[in-house]
């Protein structure tokens, strides 16, 4: 990967595959998707919160629950195996929608998950390209594995 000085990187370092045989999907079947322009990512954390009398009025806290959601979009490329499996799920329902998802991150890093492919847009104006707008929902714990 391409770290320059002080160790940032370009953004499109990042690899995002998604496996084109739904939730039944290997290593095998893991396809970059094609023409993403922009991505951000968020996370959702489940947070006890509770103050007993021994604290003297200070809370405490205790995160029992995290789920995260990669935002992506980009332009519809037909032809293209895993931009052609997202599209392709549009009009899907229920467990359909479930595939595995991979994320390489600039330094190495891997993250790997089952997950929801939730389409949330596309289309443009009549001299656009197509786009390509969905989310990957985190359904599960992932396998995070460090640069190595």
Known sequence: MGLIAGGVYPVFENVFKVGVEGKASSESDMKPIADVETFSVSFDDNVEEWTPMTTKGWRRALKTGKAFTVSLSGKRNIGDEGNDYVAGLAFKTGQ???????????????VKVGCIVNITGGGGDSTNVDG????????????????G
């Open 96 to 110: 359909d929608c479930e595939t595995r998802f991979e994320w390489v991150l600039p330094d190495g890093t891997t």
């Open 132 to 147: 390509l707008d969905f989310e990957v929902m985190s359904n599960g714990e992932p396998t995070v594995t460090a640069a």
